[in-house]
DNA sequence: CCGTATCCTAAAGGATACTG
DNA sequence: CAGTATCCTTTAGGATACGG
């Protein structure tokens, strides 16, 4: 959770599980978060070595960011959370009324019964 | 993450996880929280609908906290997270050399290439 | 046994302005 | 384009003491 534990890096892996991507192009896709936060959550992803950060010093200045090993390993994990996220504000959220028997019908995958 | 970001929920979860647990043994099993920490991050648990509190009005009282099955549904991510962190902090802890080379060995299961 | 109440520090997050 | 620099608010977390 201290790797992780970001309001914004899950944010940001899933988008570098996309591939390679600068600055602009992680701004673009996260358009809420402001730019100090963001430089800070990547500085952070890179001391973690989730993250690589390649800088490009031409003119205009291009940065290019990308997963590590380590970065990449977290891809089920992030799925996962991703998934039961949304079932859960689904679920919770939804109708307003949300959970009046818990949650019984479109629980993620591999949840139900647990082990 | 807002659900499991606490310092302590996914401890919690996992005490939970092995069956009801009672206040008190909560306490000894997580033996750094503090009282207030515990009362607290169950409560919110409680608010976000993964756990029930149930108050028996004995003396002396009784307080039993169990899993819903919100909660019982991260069972898995918390097992993924529990295995990934522990590989992290033996790759990129261990023998202060840590990883010169990338992960490339123990890896959490199923997080190879990635599919 | 299972909490509250108080008080406090530090970390996270953010708005806004400026810059190599 | 990709940041820094300031300043500020909010939240998390904790130590300690007291109570039904």
Known sequence: MEVLGGRWKLAILKQLLGGTRRFSELQRALPRITQRMLTRQLREMEADGLLTRTVYREVPPR????????????????????????????????????????????????AAGAP
Chains 1, 2 share one sequence.
């Open 63 to 110: 940065v290019e960011y990308a997963l590590t090993e380590a970065g990449r390993s977290l891809d089920a994990i992030a799925d996962q959370l991703d998934t039961w996220g949304r079932w859960y504000r689904d679920t919770y959220r939804a109708g307003a009324g949300g959970a009046e028997e818990g949650p019984g019908e479109k629980r993620p995958a591999g």
